[in-house]
């Protein structure tokens, strides 16, 4: 039975840049000062051309680039997005189209901001399994096109607004003599649904009312239900730990930790719940600002960039999203 690793990682970025000051000015509202502790420092916004697809081929080029490959070769591909083309068809498949990937099967996965890394699991068991020899995974968002930057009081998202970037990033698995993936874990906690999220679809179809009272942005529920203000830097530590422990290691054993970067004092935490120092994880959102789907692979690529991996390091991810769902994946840099 083959092994899998990664062989290449690319990255995406828009054109236009906003800062928090000039995102403040616009809301009338504090955002330097809101996303201080949070480390995010800027955001970038795909134009009114650019779909996510756009955004997912830009960074697919790159990665394929550094792992030796053509679209061709590609056997399938695994957008990991919330933020679509279209509610149908897939994103994925106007991606194949794009890329040249005629010989690509592919699909849409979408766990919200947790779901990069469990098509990175995907993947890796395809390789695995004999299913396929080369796999793309893309993480790509293009939210801010579902974000209302109306003065705070009018605005339908409110902080959630001042949040979140668009982009992309890209990893090519393949085949490895010497095992690179290792171990992936899911979980999910379904009660934290009606926390924030675009409620648009089967459940709530689109209507004239809707849009006019703008309830077709990225916004949270009427319910008022939140999760707790701790919940990444208590969920996350456990999630690590278990996984590593599944594959036979030890937190001490990591060397570096990827998770979304949204919230550096949860990151924080968590090292320090591992025993951990700051030097074993990478930030990107002071620079990229926070891309959703695609965070975690921007840290890779940055990270890789400043030479923070080596063959044989051990590296995590660990991401969650909007639902509420958690996912790790374990690899060996090989």
Not at 164 to 182: N, T, Y
Not at 193 to 208: F, S
Not at 229 to 237: G, L, V
Not at 292 to 307: I, N, P, Q, V
């Amino acid at each position: 039975m083959p092994a899998a690793r990664i062989l290449g990682v690319g990255m995406y970025l828009p054109q236009e840049r906003i800062t928090n000051e000039e995102l403040g000015r616009l809301m009338a509202y504090d955002v330097v000062g809101y996303l201080a502790e949070k480390r995010i420092g800027v955001r970038f916004r795909a134009a009114p051309n650019e779909a996510t697809s756009d955004l997912a081929v830009a960074a697919a080029k790159e990665a394929l680039q550094q792992s030796g490959l053509q679209p061709e070769d590609l056997d399938l591909i695994i957008l990991a997005t919330d933020t679509p083309d279209f509610v149908s068809p897939p994103t994925s498949a106007v991606i194949q189209h794009k890329l040249g990937a005629k010989n690509a099967g592919a699909f849409d996965l979408n766990a919200a901001c947790a779901d990069e890394t469990i098509a990175l699991g995907l993947a890796a068991h395809a390789i695995i399994l004999g299913e396929a020899r080369y796999v793309l995974v893309i993480g790509a968002y293009a939210m801010t096109k579902w974000l209302d930057w109306s003065p705070y009081t009018e605005s339908a998202s409110k902080v959630l607004a001042m949040l979140f970037s668009d982009g992309a990033g890209a990893v090519v698995l393949g085949p490895s003599e010497k095992p690179g993936f290792l171990k992936s874990k899911i979980m999910a906690e379904g009660e934290y649904w009606d926390t924030y999220g675009i409620y648009l679809g089967t459940a709530c179809p689109p209507t004239v009312a809707m849009i006019q009272e703008k309830k077709h942005f990225l916004r949270f529920h009427e319910n008022g239900h939140r999760v707790p203000k701790d919940y990444n830097a208590t969920r996350w530590p456990k999630l690590v730990r278990e996984t590593l422990a599944a594959a036979g290691y030890e937190p001490a054993d990591l060397k570096l930790l990827l998770t979304n970067q949204v919230e550096y004092p949860a990151l924080e935490a968590t090292l320090q719940a591992l025993g951990l120092p700051t030097d074993r994880t990478h930030w990107v959102a002071d620079k990229f600002g926070y891309a959703g789907s695609a965070s975690a692979f921007m840290a890779l690529y940055d990270a890789l960039a400043c030479g923070k991996l080596r063959s044989g390091d051990l590296v995590a991810f660990c991401t969650s999203g909007a639902g509420f769902v958690l996912a790790s994946a374990l690899f060996r840099w090989v």
